[in-house]
């Protein structure tokens, strides 16, 4: 099923996509989803990122190329002030001079673990979802020297997760593809990941209890430069495209286009 969060007439809701329409979800978000009645075509809603700002992105940093020597991947915290949707602008930052994208396998999370075995990992998941974790390439080494400071990747709107969370695949054999302006970026497989998705849930579990609808973007496979008024698409299989604009900073921004 393809579970989408969206705005109509107001209200927030969550629903399932078949076809055109979207219809209500019957049964409890994250157990016993099924369809029910139709709300009306989904050309005519927003589409919201498929969470709350009271769920957390812990995010895998360097997880494609060579193998290494590591036990583990780098994990770092997406702010809520990230979290865009499809169709939502990204903000270029004034006082950056190089954005990148970075499309990523997003793994929904369905039930609260902690210290999650990786034979038992994939059971608490729910889903997948498309993520780009926008990048400020010039202030990871600008900041370098200032402890662990994260600043590339916290400014607002630097994190789309979209349009719609797939129950029915399995994420570790997906193609991710990355377009700009309709041109091929980047492309790769969820396959090439240095460690697999039951890793990563075991490895984040055990330093932060999951709970459902929180999402954990898997690392990229390359990153690609962003500049304004560009079009950026996160295309992954089986999930679909996640679509943003990117746009001139400025002092307004609409809290109903992210969350």
Avoid at 4 to 20: D, K, T
Avoid at 47 to 70: F, M, S, W
Wanted: contains cysteine; negative net charge; hydrophobic residues 35%.
């Amino acid at each position: 099923m393809k579970i989408v969060r969206f705005l109509w007439e107001s209200e927030v809701n969550w629903g399932i996509i078949e076809g055109s329409l979207i219809r209500e979800i019957s049964g409890e978000m994250y157990q016993s989803v099924s369809p029910g009645s139709v709300v009306g075509p989904a050309a005519q809603a927003t589409i919201l990122p498929p969470l709350q700002k009271t769920n957390k992105v812990p995010a895998i940093a360097a997880n494609y190329g060579e193998k290494d020597e590591r036990d583990g991947p780098g994990i770092f915290l997406k702010q809520p002030g990230t979290y865009v949707g499809h169709k939502s602008p990204v903000i270029y930052p004034r006082s950056c001079k190089k954005i990148v994208h970075e499309a990523e396998v997003g793994i929904v999370i369905g039930k609260t673990c902690r210290q999650v075995r990786e034979d038992e990992a994939l059971d608490y998941v729910f889903g997948y979802t498309c993520v780009n974790d926008i990048t400020a390439l010039e202030l990871e080494k600008s900041d370098s020297g200032r402890g662990t400071s994260m600043r590339w990747k916290h400014f607002d709107t630097f994190c789309p997760i979209g349009p719609v969370i797939e129950t029915d695949i399995d994420g570790q054999n997906l193609d991710i593809e990355c377009r700009v302006n309709g041109k091929p970026d980047v492309s790769g497989n969820s396959a090439d990941m240095i460690f697999p998705i039951p890793m990563l849930i075991s490895w984040v579990s055990e330093v932060m209890t999951l709970y459902p609808g929180d999402i954990i973007p898997t690392g990229c496979p390359e990153v690609g430069e962003l500049n304004i008024g560009d079009t950026v698409e996160v295309q992954i299989q089986g999930i679909g495209t996640l679509t943003n604009h990117v746009i001139k900073d400025s002092t307004i921004f609409e809290e109903s286009a992210s969350i």
